[in-house]
């Protein structure tokens, strides 16, 4: 069976472990029975060890309780970027394996439920764990906003940048993040009322810029080319300016200058959000690219 | 002049100094030009002392830059019991007062931005101070809901109810609160999907307990009486079950029976949303109430 799911940007500012948004990079997941498990893997992460550790390899495994699978991976979602890749991968392999319910399955073996949620739903989601489960809220989202994804060369693991986060926040900032992501939902539900102070954040982005000491310059710079708003995308290092639709070209023109200014090798991605989430069967192909615009898989 | 602000709900659970409803209590006031200052007080708060220290004088008098000012307050709205009647006065007092903008008075004066910002915009908001001064955000509220409020005869001081607070949070109950923020404005915006756990917190109703020990089983009657949620009314001591209008009766009965059975001497009132906010001028009177069923002027 084969699956697909979509990028996507978890915290967005203000919504730390809980606000995500589904992106229009995708990976497709294929699983079928096989005599011994093999994986194959094309385009974003085809660089990682294919074997039975991989991400992929793992989930459609405990799905299927045996790993007598062919796995084949193709992903447009750049690894260990903070662009939900692995929630994505995991997703969709939990999907093509059968699973009922995929969602849990992924955040289960891959720990980041805000990014599976979005994959899931697509559409802008607020993810909750319940008694029962995921629940997973769609929330209102502006069709005319476009996400410039600066996207650094090298790598951030999510592990050391969850690490940089201390156990304990003031009540005030704790308070001032409520007040953002409310502020954040009234603008990504209508872009006119979209403000930059809306990405505001005291709870994670100021201890990661120990990590990425160029992101407020950059974060700076998208604002400041027309952006409406700006933000870490997960626990980074990519960097997301919020945009109309018809400055997504002018905002990824000042994040490449930015990215050279500061002198941090990387890509530019012109992305929109993704409404469909998780889809599964026949129709579960990556999308055919007009221009080649994006890295990926033809 | 004459001027009409809502009662409001704060927090409602996981929006701490964020999130307000206006409710459909009213302070009207009216200023006109006197010889020397003089305060009349009808209704709730008419046993204060009606001297210069009365909020509605202090707020009129800054506004005008003199006291030579007749005001006459009348209100619905029980004071001190966590459903924003200082908010509404102040706000009420600075626009019969003629101020520029009663919202930043208000706030300024009586330092309840979240109570105040309802009691001026209507409906469900979020407050946020920004640069420029206080964003108020107006957020979907599904018109079919029905708030009952369960009001202790005591009071609970605002202060004190905000000392027993800790000025440091665990980040992960910061994180519990933001989820639950989103998931109740999911529910507030359509009550199909609210559910009892969108009320949750975990940054200051457990510590007010202490000093409203009933106050969980008093919540757990409105859940199990019908409510779809429910939350403490600001710092409280007021009560809120949040439920369909046509639960409104059943729930306000099982409130009832639940103070009764708790030996707290209090009453219900079953509100609705107010979605006017401030107004200004003739229209500014209160509602003539059919068939006497809550307090305040006839």
Redesign the interface.
């Given at each position: 069976m084969r699956a697909r799911a979509p990028a996507s940007a978890a915290n967005l500012g203000?919504?730390?472990?809980?606000?995500a948004l589904a992106l229009d990079l995708y990976v497709e997941v294929e699983v079928e029975p096989a005599e011994c498990l093999s994986v194959t893997s094309d385009g974003e992460g085809a660089d990682l060890p294919t074997d039975a550790c991989h991400l992929a390899a793992r989930v459609a495994s405990a799905v299927s309780g045996h790993d007598r699978l062919a796995i084949h991976v193709r992903s447009e979602v750049p690894v260990a970027r903070g662009l939900g890749s692995s929630a994505a991968i995991a997703l969709a392999a939990a999907a093509a394996a059968g699973a009922d319910d995929p969602l849990s399955v992924a955040a289960r073996e891959d720990g980041h439920a805000d990014n599976a949620g979005a994959a899931f739903a697509g559409g802008l989601v607020?993810?909750?764990?319940?008694?029962r489960g995921w629940?997973v809220?769609?929330?209102?989202l502006d069709i005319g906003l476009a996400f410039v994804a600066l996207v650094p060369d090298r790598p951030l693991e999510t592990a050391r940048a969850r690490a940089a986060?201390?156990?304990?926040?003031?009540?005030a900032?704790?308070?001032f993040?409520?007040?953002?992501?409310?502020?954040l939902?009234?603008g990504l539900g209508d872009r006119r009322?979209l403000?930059p102070?809306a990405t505001g954040d005291r709870?994670h982005q100021g201890p990661r810029t120990l990590l990425f000491a160029e992101a407020p310059g950059l974060l700076a710079a998208l604002e400041a080319g027309g952006a409406l708003a700006a933000c870490w995308s997960g626990a980074g290092p990519t960097l997301l300016g919020i945009c109309d639709e018809r400055e997504s070209g002018a905002v990824a023109g000042a994040g490449r200058a930015a990215l050279a200014d500061a002198g941090v090798a990387g890509r530019v991605l012109e992305l929109r959000a993704d409404v469909e989430g998780l889809v599964v069967g026949e129709d579960a192909r990556l999308p055919a690219r007009r221009g080649g615009a994006r890295r990926g898989p033809a």
């Open positions: 203000p919504g730390l472990d809980v606000l607020a993810v909750n764990a319940l008694e629940r809220s769609p929330l209102p986060l201390p156990a304990e926040v003031p009540r900032d704790a308070v993040n409520l007040g953002r992501l409310a502020l939902l009234e009322r403000v102070q709870l």
